[in-house]
């Protein structure tokens, strides 16, 4: 393969290191113990205190009876409260499950069920959807203890500083204080049983995330990532970004997903950087953080920066700390990324990755990035392109589907043999990935995605599985059938739309809008349906399969 232009500053291979992630949090602590590991709405936390917090924990989920292995979810949004969690599993030799926020009740018992999590650590907004969930599944099936945590339990305790300029709704949501479930014990007093975890044994190879990713069939997959798989990507972003102690990272990107929870909870430790949390997203609120506490490292997704640049103040935010910006999830337009070249001097190198991988497989040099690319194949990643049919490798420049070797792919899919043998296959004597993207490598060695064999859709780098919606969707007594498409949106780059079978007792009163409103209540928002098209039939095979690509096609002519 071309690698012309890797950079001369960067090894091609690294030497990962062979221990489990909470090494990292216990080394970044005996050497930095009074260093500000986190900055949350003007809370500071200490790599000391940060460090104290998790081993109090741990010792607490062992007193639940979390043994080595066993799963514990995380449930919740950016906060510090999300790393203390985290490694707090790790110290306890368990393994995090993160499940996105925006979850409702139908999705999450899926998340208790599948990899029979033991507890669930949620914050308080979000207890309810658990402890439903987990009331509706056989008793044999049930949690061991729900641990919650309020918003408030990381705050300052003089309150939010004012000239943080968090956006009145922001902070009523992160004061409020629901009421518990029954049960439910709560994150402070944990905290305070003052119970020490027994040794730490987790070793490299052993599991440490089970992260959940959706297929073109069926409910999403668990991906097995173990200590060292995600080791790989730890140290190797501080390397390709050139990241060290003396960053300062901004986490916007949920820690649920697998990019921000490597670059908001795994690659900072490790660097030994300090990090600002933003609970949410909001630009106004991202302007002022990253002015106020010169930010120099942020990996977003391109609507992010779209959105900052759509402030009437965003000239009046100070930018010039920052010294790297990457992203993926979505192609970075063109024109956005020549502004950000001429009025801040920045480069915007996108990377790609996959859940499997454990974000970056691919990431452009910053010295040398290219527009709407995915990069170079990353420390000791070997890709290529192969013909998905016949499997043969594809001629620079020609199309196929992109298959990918390297330290940072998981292991296989959680208890899917099946599903892991039909993700892999052999070249060369080594075991590659089959991504389901379509793309071409250039003759320098850079990767460009074209298309996707997966049916997925892509909703400002949320990833939308339309089977999983559309299974969802079935679950509404007015629908007889239904199939899940993209559809072309100016800014979410794809929007979800629902092409829809209405049964004959609903037709003529069940209306776009209710079929909208049923969803936000059933699903996480990122998948509801923001169009309903509704149909007398849905065009089918012989085998009577919904010609699911009948109808992306037509969606596409109708487009301008």
């Known amino acids: 393969m071309a690698r012309s232009h890797w950079p001369r500053r960067l090894p091609r291979e690294l030497e990962i290191p062979a221990t489990s992630l909470w090494f990292n949090l216990e080394v970044a602590a005996r050497r930095h113990p009074d260093k500000t ?29 979390v043994q ?9 949004q950016n906060c510090p409260q999300f790393l203390v969690a ?57 949690l061991r203890a729900l641990l919650v ?60 995330l089970l992260p959940y990713t959706s297929g073109t069939t069926g409910l999403p997959k668990g991906c097995m990532h173990s200590n060292r798989t995600l080791m790989a990507n730890a140290c190797g972003g ?70 900052l640049f759509g402030s009437p103040n965003y000239k009046r935010f100070d930018l010039s ?33 996959l859940t499997e991988t454990a974000a970056p497989s691919h990431a452009n040099p910053p010295e040398r990035a290219k527009l709407q690319c995915l990069g170079m194949p990353i420390f000791g990643v070997d890709s290529r392109v192969i013909d998905p049919v016949t499997l043969a490798e594809m001629p620079v420049g020609e199309v196929g589907e992109i298959v990918t070797h390297g330290p940072m792919v998981f292991k296989g899919y959680w208890r899917q043999p099946e599903a892991t043998a039909a993700a892999f296959i052999e070249i060369e004597g080594k ?18 995605i074209t298309d996707r064999l997966k049916r997925m859709i892509n909703a400002s780098g949320y990833k939308v599985w339309p089977s999983e919606v559309e299974l969802l969707l079935y679950k509404n007594p007015a629908i007889q059938e239904a199939c899940i498409i993209a559809s072309r949106d100016d800014y979410r780059g794809e929007t979800v739309k629902a092409v829809v079978v209405l049964r004959a007792e609903a037709r003529g009163t069940t209306t776009a809008e209710d079929i909208i409103a049923w969803s936000r209540e059933h699903m996480a928002a990122y998948k509801v349906p923001r169009i309903v098209e509704f149909v007398d039939a849905l065009p089918k095979s012989g085998a009577g399969k919904v010609l699911w690509r009948v109808l992306q096609e037509r969606e596409g002519q109708a487009l301008p």
Not at 328 to 338: D, I, N, S, T
């Open 149 to 208: 945590t309020s918003y408030a339990d990381a705050l300052p305790p003089d309150g939010i500083p004012s000239e943080l300029g968090l956006p009145e709704a922001m902070r009523q949501w992160l004061l409020a204080e629901p009421a518990l479930p029954a049960g439910a014990q709560h994150w402070v007093d944990a905290l305070a049983a003052g119970q020490r975890p027994g040794p730490h044994t987790a070793q490299a190879d052993d599991l440490a």
């Open 68 to 76: 080595a292995g066993d799963r514990v979810a995380l449930f919740m």
């Open 238 to 307: 501080a390397q390709w970004g050139m990241a060290s102690a003396e960053s300062v990272g901004l986490a916007v990107v949920p820690m649920f997903h697998i990019t921000g929870m490597l670059y908001g909870v795994l690659g900072p430790v490790y660097q030994c950087m300090t990090l600002v949390i933003m609970p949410r997203w909001d630009r106004e609120l991202a302007g002022q953080l990253i002015s106020r506490y010169r930010v120099t490292h942020w990996t977003c997704i391109p609507t992010m920066i779209i959105d």
């Open 321 to 353: 700390s920052l010294f790297y910006l990457s992203g993926g999830g979505a192609a970075m337009p063109q024109a956005v990324a020549e502004r950000l070249q001429q009025e801040f001097g920045l480069t915007f190198a996108e990377g790609y990755g």
């Open 431 to 448: 075991r590659f990935f089959r991504t389901g993207d379509l793309g071409r490598m250039d003759e320098e060695g850079y990767f460009f």
């Open 37 to 65: 590991a986190t900055l949350y709405c003007g809370a500071a936390l200490s790599y000391a205190e940060l460090e104290r917090q998790a081993l109090a924990l741990a010792g607490w989920l062992q007193a639940q009876g």
């Open 86 to 142: 985290f490694y707090a599993i790790n110290r306890a030799n368990a393994v995090a499950v993160p499940v996105n926020p925006m979850n409702r009740v139908d999705e999450f018992g899926h998340y208790i069920r599948d990899p029979e999590t033991k507890v669930v650590i949620c914050s308080a907004d979000l207890a309810a959807i658990v402890a439903a969930a987990n009331e509706a599944l056989p008793a044999e099936q049930r």
